[in-house]
């Protein structure tokens, strides 16, 4: 058991997701960096659908009853190593404190989180206001048990940091164009990316918005339309909103570009103020860079 | 001709058309069933909205290009037509927030208002945005109003809104930009339930007034 005595910023109870629910609204969820949430399984030999704490800016205090192996990854955290599997003794507090650079800190215990499944997924979902067993952020007071979620045994030694993503501004972060190309002049993509987009201070699980201050992109009209993550819609103002794991299933603006899956990870890092600068890829790249995090975690591909 | 383009490294949309109309919405919801029928190798989910359609993939398994051409193969041999299910009856209080102001815009009296709504049948364009948000149309042209200049940020469940030539159900509580004339008491999500949203595209509703 694991006694929260501290909830932090903005902690939730998170696996890999719902996806395939969202012909009822419902977003797909789960990590919003789905690498450092994965690496953290792996660390302490978990299933890869077993839930984890996502932290936001500042971390939570966390008392455990017993002996857990636990592995904290993404962003630094202060006064905690992260990427390391390690042991949280009986009685032992783990406090993970402020969280950067990045925005994002992954806490793994032995097992995964033990709250219900619902609608396919153990994520809280913040616009449903359901799953992550409480349906809503943790609070202080919440008691957490370890559920048996394991695939192998924790690893011995911590994660190559070779095998982990670069964090901090500037962020470099790789799109496909489209799908509404043709609701753009020729040339917008390109002149997109070369520029640095600003992340505004709105933003949270669901999206995050850019400023792009020096450029003028004039947008038709669009019809609302189903979104994948990392969907960059750009506004009637020039603003653009980018989709994350809790982003709303449809949009109503024209999507210039879409981030490939293997950077969405970087997104979820940024924090307000960063730079952003987009840079097109093809699928060929896509496929390329999605493979090389999967061999990091040795996933199947 | 449709327009298949990538939607990222993992997704396809499929834009059938852009326009608001049922025979198109039932173009999209027969391109559903079929691709969900067929099962082409790589496919992992489909979401529709309005003309147009996402298919979600597994890269790993089949490529896009290979999907967009399986896509393909369904164009102008689909047996579409216009959706015509049941009306389901949603019991709305006539009493929201904008109601007045919308009357005062279209120069009508609130009770003008609320018999144009409540006097027709509508078809679910779509269920998205937000977990059972029912988009629905189209609504009577003395209705069709911009959205609010500045949307509110909390929205209660159940709100009844028009913005534009359509009108819509907010499921659960979310900000929200439509002008509000109305409340209804029915679920429309219900994580727990089998399916969790009330509506699905295609069904047919009607707003029928309460006190």
Known sequence: ?301 | MWQVAAAGDRALLVTISRTIDPAVLGEVLALDRAILDRRPPGLISTVTAYGSLLCHYDPAVSDGARLAGEIRTFEGRLDATVPTGSVVDVPTRYDGPDLTDVAAKINLRAAEVIELHAGREYLVYCVGFAPGFTYCGTLDDRLALPRRASPRTRVPAGSVGIAGPQTGIYAVESPGGWNLIGRTDMRLFDPAADPPARFKPGDRLRFVPVE
């Open chain 1, 1 to 301: 058991m694991i006694e929260v005595l501290n909830a932090g910023r903005w902690t939730t109870i998170q696996d890999r997701g719902r996806s395939g629910r969202e012909h009822f609204g419902i977003p797909p969820g789960g990590a919003a960096d789905w690498f450092a949430a994965a690496a953290a399984n792996r660390l302490v030999g978990n299933h890869p659908d077993a839930a984890l704490l996502e932290c936001t800016v500042a971390g939570p205090s966390l008392r455990f009853d017993s002996d857990v192996h636990v592995a904290v990854t993404g962003a630094r955290a202060a006064g905690i190593e992260t990427w390391v599997p390690q042991v949280a003794t009986a009685g032992s507090t783990l406090e993970v404190g402020a969280i950067g650079p990045g925005l994002r800190t992954y806490v793994a215990v032995r097992g995964g989180i033990d709250v219900p499944v619902v609608l396919g997924s153990r994520s809280f979902c913040q616009r449903g206001a359901f799953g992550g067993g409480f349906g809503r952020p943790l609070a202080a007071g919440d008691r957490l048990v370890e559920a048996a979620l394991v695939d192998g045994e924790p690893l011995s030694s911590s994660w190559p940091a070779g095998h982990r993503l670069s964090i901090g501004s500037p962020w470099e972060v790789r799109v496909i164009g489209g799908p509404h190309s043709d609701a753009f002049d020729r040339g917008t993509l390109e002149r997109l990316t070369a520029v640095a987009c600003r992340v505004s201070p709105e933003l949270d699980r669901m999206g995050m918005r850019l400023a792009t201050p020096s450029l003028r992109m004039q947008a038709h009209e669009i019809i609302t339309v189903p979104m994948p993550a990392g969907a960059i819609q750009v506004t009637p103002a020039g603003e653009l909103i980018v989709s994350l794991a809790d982003h709303p299933t449809t949009g109503g603006y024209p999507v210039i570009a879409t981030v490939i899956t293997a950077d969405l990870p970087l997104l979820a890092q940024a924090r307000p103020g960063d730079t952003v600068r987009f840079r097109e890829a093809d699928l060929a790249e896509a496929d390329r860079a999605w493979r090389r995090l999967a061999g990091w975690l040795e996933m199947d591909t």
